[in-house]
């Protein structure tokens, strides 16, 4: 982020929590007393107006994902969605090619979004579940320079996570890089401040689900022959943060 943009998320992070509060203590009949001083009480309308400027930061986070990840020439994007960040990698990357794979019934929009984009000459994209094996076939072992996992790990538990990352790594060449984006848990979570958030639709995009610590990231990384993990933020609300290690062994 630019330091005007760091500027901007500090302010938001001393101001905003307290303005939820408030809007949460008045509206539900909740008090306590002397917890928000006279000039922090504003409007829905003001949170209303802050967030909007956080998604505005939301919505360059792929142009920033893009420029950390450099011009792959082949490229997995693993329950792509709709795309948001292997569009932007074919934007800047005329000579990238990417592969987005997602369930049947998300094909559609898949589409959808890569002819919005104008970028279908460098997508091909496949209707396949990775955790059904037998029907990923096209998909061919240490074909890709780039795997994506974005917004993937949070819709399973430990265990359906180490496999996906078993089906996932051996497409990866070697010396190839796994990506995944994601919120990632802080080491002590402040659990008052995001439940005032979430309360209020300040995460706007958030996750949910499971979200699991930089740390047991890094174990399955490794123990799935992905080393030399870096974490980068790339968005502040939702709080995303774009993790890559190379495929080593």
Known sequence: MTD??????????RRLYLEVMYELQTGGGVALDGAVKPEHRVTIKRIRERIGQLR????????????????PKHVLDVGAGRAPWSIELARMSP???ITAIDLPEELSALDEAIRAAAVESQFVTMALDVFRPRRNHELHSESYDL???ANVSHCFDARHNEELLRRVVPLIRYGGVLAIIEQVLDEKPD????????ATGALHSAPGGYIFPLNVHRQRLEGCGCTGLRAIEICPLPPLTLLTAHRTH
């Open 4 to 13: 005007d943009e760091q500027r901007f998320v500090a302010l938001v992070a």
């Open 56 to 71: 505005a930061l939301f919505d360059r986070a792929p142009r920033r994902v893009a420029r950390a990840l450099g011009m």
């Open 95 to 97: 000579t990238t090619r």
């Open 147 to 149: 795997a994506i996992l």
């Open 191 to 198: 659990w008052a401040r995001w439940a005032a958030l979430y």
